[in-house]
């Protein structure tokens, strides 16, 4: 039968009783052509049928009983109770041993070497069950044959629908029978029913320009759209949330006007880390709880402006530009140590000297706003919220005349755009900032004031040695971006985050970034 023929077979069932259930159809089907081995096949035409609206369909269920692979095989060949009554009846004179021992014989020569049929299990079992029956009889002297005409499980296996409950009991126990789930359907007329397949008019799935000039549109009938359908998954790499969320902060960076700057240099020499800042070689922060020191090589080169070197020196020991100094005997051996960059302040810090060299050859500057986002490295001990690396958000705005309030309103207006539209500050100390604050913003899910960066402006001892004329300055703040992902993303330990114990499903599955708070 080919597919039309079966499609219209079916509907002309429908169309001639209204109402059809798929389990007599496929009888039906089956009686004419061996094309539709089971259900599921013809689950295959229906289904398709119901795609295009010209039948309906409803699923129902029911429990039935069937017969067990071991029950069809006493269906075909006779029950084992009814089987030892004819060897009892063939041989009368042989006593209980030498019954049983022919009865194993006898099962063999019937059901072959079969795993379902235990002959020894059997051979007590169908004694009992012949006696029950009254096809053997026993007394003292032994088995003698009884009445035998009929093989009655086996008649009752050829008519399990007429079961009475304790007789379908009892062969389920003996595993003749099984309870089964049977799923079918109702099968009704659809929408768009139609008693042939040929009078089935194909609903157009697509307007095309041709359409369009013709007029055809007006004509046809089209298909209707999906909106509930899901796009298909692309099987692609997935961005990690970290860089997700770094995407965003660069974006709302660009928007406001920031310059990115190139933080490929996670080694570091101290004298940028640390000197250039104004960070005191006794400062705690350089020890080896804090900062990574490189083994090979151990030094890096020279700095290239000696000048500028000379004056750092010179700042950190006697002071300059209204500072005493920090008055300690400065070590020059100490700025060449290599180390992992402990903050990218060590790049903004490059970033500025850039900018004094270029006025000092050009004798021009002008405001300039950078940001990079990348890591540093700091030695503290790993928990759930820190680790040994993290990624830092820096940014730094150049200009004349910027006082505090100018660096509370920039570090306002970058905050809100990353959805903290409430911060607050708190005075606190840096190196290299004075004034400096903590910057704390409100998180409304949480119902309080979290601490999500650090910001100043860079003092006079930093910038000034390096060539930034005296009458402009610069606002700064970092913050960490691992921070701001954990909340946008509610994970609750940074070693879900970054590190061995990351799972790939997490970052497959995770929603695309929308900073919020
Ligand atoms: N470098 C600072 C830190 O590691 C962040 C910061 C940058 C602070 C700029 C002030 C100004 O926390």
Same mark, same amino acid.
């Given at each position: 039968?080919?597919?039309?023929?079966?499609?219209?077979?079916?509907?002309?069932?429908?169309?001639? $009783?209204?109402?059809?259930?798929?389990?007599?159809?496929?009888?039906?089907?089956?009686?004419?052509?061996?094309?539709?081995?089971?259900?599921?096949?013809?689950?295959?035409?229906?289904?398709?049928?119901?795609?295009l609206g010209i039948i309906a369909l409803e699923g129902l269920s029911d429990k039935r009983l069937e017969i067990t692979?071991?029950?069809? =095989?006493?269906?075909?060949?006779?029950?084992?109770?009814?089987?030892?009554? @004819?060897?009892?009846?063939?041989?009368?004179?042989?006593?209980?041993?030498? !019954?049983?021992? =022919?009865?194993? @014989?006898?099962?063999?020569?019937?059901? /072959?070497?079969?795993?379902?049929?235990?002959?020894?299990?059997?051979?007590?079992? $169908?004694?009992?069950?012949?006696?029950?029956?009254?096809?053997?009889?026993?007394?003292?002297?032994?088995?003698?044959?009884?009445?035998?005409?009929?093989?009655?499980?086996?008649?009752?296996?050829?008519?399990?629908?007429?079961?009475?409950?304790?007789?379908?009991?009892?062969?389920?126990?003996?595993?003749?029978?099984?309870? !089964?789930?049977?799923?079918?359907?109702?099968?009704?007329?659809?929408?768009?029913?139609?008693?042939?397949?040929?009078?089935?008019?194909?609903?157009?799935?697509?307007?095309?320009?041709?359409?369009?000039r013709s007029g055809e549109w007006q004509n046809v009938e089209f298909a209707p759209l999906n909106f509930e359908a899901?796009?298909?998954?692309?099987?692609?790499?997935?961005?990690?949330?970290?860089?997700?969320? *770094?995407?965003?902060?660069?974006?709302?960076?660009?928007?406001?006007?920031?310059?990115?700057?190139?933080?490929?240099?996670?080694?570091?020499?101290?004298?940028?880390?640390?000197?250039?800042?104004?960070? /005191?070689?006794?400062?705690?922060?350089?020890?080896?709880?804090?900062?990574?020191?490189?083994?090979?090589?151990?030094?890096?080169?020279?700095?290239?402006?000696?000048?500028?070197?000379?004056?750092?020196?010179?700042?950190?020991?006697?002071? /300059?530009?209204?500072?005493?100094?920090?008055?300690?005997?400065?070590?020059?051996?100490?700025?060449?140590?290599?180390?992992?960059?402990?903050?990218?302040?060590? !790049?903004?810090?490059?970033?500025?000297?850039?900018?004094?060299d270029e006025f000092k050859a050009t004798g021009q500057i002008r405001p300039r706003k950078f940001f990079s986002i990348?890591?540093?490295?700091?030695?503290?001990?790993?928990?759930?919220?820190?680790?040994?690396?993290?990624?830092?958000?820096?940014?730094?705005?150049?200009?004349?005349?910027?006082?505090?309030?100018?660096?509370?309103?920039?570090? @306002?207006?970058?905050?809100?755009?990353?959805?903290?539209?409430?911060?607050?500050?708190?005075?606190?100390?840096?190196?290299?900032?004075?004034?400096?604050?903590?910057?704390?913003?409100?998180?409304?899910?949480?119902?309080?004031?979290?601490?999500?960066?650090?910001?100043?402006?860079?003092?006079?001892?930093?910038?000034?040695?390096?060539?930034?004329?005296?009458?402009?300055?610069?606002?700064?703040? /970092?913050?960490?971006?691992?921070?701001?992902?954990?909340?946008?993303?509610?994970?609750?330990?940074? *070693?879900?985050?970054?590190?061995?114990?990351?799972?790939?499903?997490?970052?497959?599955?995770?929603?695309?970034?929308?900073?919020?708070?």
């Amino acid at each position: 039968m080919e597919d039309r023929t079966i499609q219209n077979f079916i509907l002309q069932r429908i169309d001639a $009783a209204g109402e059809v259930d798929s389990l007599t159809i496929l009888a039906e089907i089956q009686q004419v052509s061996q094309q539709i081995k089971d259900h599921q096949a013809l689950y295959q035409y229906l289904l398709s049928l119901q795609a295009l609206g010209i039948i309906a369909l409803e699923g129902l269920s029911d429990k039935r009983l069937e017969i067990t692979p071991e029950g069809e =095989l006493y269906r075909e060949r006779g029950s084992p109770e009814f089987i030892f009554g @004819q060897v009892v009846a063939e041989h009368p004179e042989l006593d209980r041993a030498q !019954v049983t021992e =022919l009865y194993q @014989q006898r099962l063999l020569e019937i059901f /072959g070497e079969n795993p379902l049929i235990d002959r020894k299990t059997l051979a007590t079992a $169908a004694l009992g069950k012949a006696k029950q029956m009254g096809y053997i009889k026993m007394d003292k002297s032994g088995i003698h044959p009884g009445t035998i005409e009929a093989d009655q499980t086996r008649d009752l296996l050829n008519n399990i629908s007429e079961l009475p409950p304790k007789i379908a009991n009892d062969l389920k126990k003996r595993n003749m029978l099984q309870l !089964v789930t049977v799923k079918w359907f109702k099968i009704t007329k659809g929408e768009k029913f139609v008693n042939d397949m040929s009078l089935y008019k194909k609903p157009v799935v697509e307007l095309t320009e041709e359409m369009m000039r013709s007029g055809e549109w007006q004509n046809v009938e089209f298909a209707p759209l999906n909106f509930e359908a899901l796009g298909q998954r692309i099987p692609c790499g997935h961005q990690h949330p970290l860089m997700r969320v *770094r995407q965003e902060f660069r974006q709302i960076f660009m928007q406001m006007g920031f310059e990115e700057m190139d933080t490929s240099n996670y080694l570091e020499s101290s004298f940028w880390n640390f000197d250039s800042l104004f960070q /005191g070689q006794q400062h705690p922060c350089r020890d080896l709880h804090d900062t990574f020191f490189i083994k090979d090589p151990e030094l890096s080169n020279p700095i290239a402006d000696q000048e500028y070197f000379e004056h750092v020196k010179k700042t950190h020991q006697t002071g /300059g530009f209204g500072s005493i100094g920090l008055r300690y005997k400065f070590d020059e051996k100490i700025p060449l140590t290599n180390i992992l960059r402990t903050h990218t302040t060590a !790049v903004s810090s490059r970033y500025l000297k850039k900018i004094a060299d270029e006025f000092k050859a050009t004798g021009q500057i002008r405001p300039r706003k950078f940001f990079s986002i990348d890591r540093v490295y700091r030695n503290e001990t790993a928990d759930a919220t820190h680790l040994s690396e993290f990624f830092q958000i820096e940014g730094f705005c150049l200009g004349q005349g910027y006082s505090l309030v100018d660096l509370m309103n920039h570090i @306002q207006s970058f905050f809100s755009r990353i959805g903290m539209a409430e911060v607050e500050f708190r005075p606190t100390y840096n190196p290299y900032t004075e004034p400096s604050m903590e910057i704390y913003a409100f998180n409304p899910q949480k119902g309080q004031w979290l601490e999500v960066g650090n910001s100043g402006m860079f003092r006079p001892e930093m910038i000034y040695p390096m060539g930034i004329p005296e009458d402009w300055n610069v606002i700064a703040w /970092g913050l960490s971006l691992e921070r701001p992902t954990m909340i946008e993303y509610e994970l609750k330990e940074i *070693r879900k985050l970054e590190g061995p114990e990351v799972l790939l499903d997490m970052i497959d599955n995770l929603p695309i970034c929308r900073i919020t708070f």
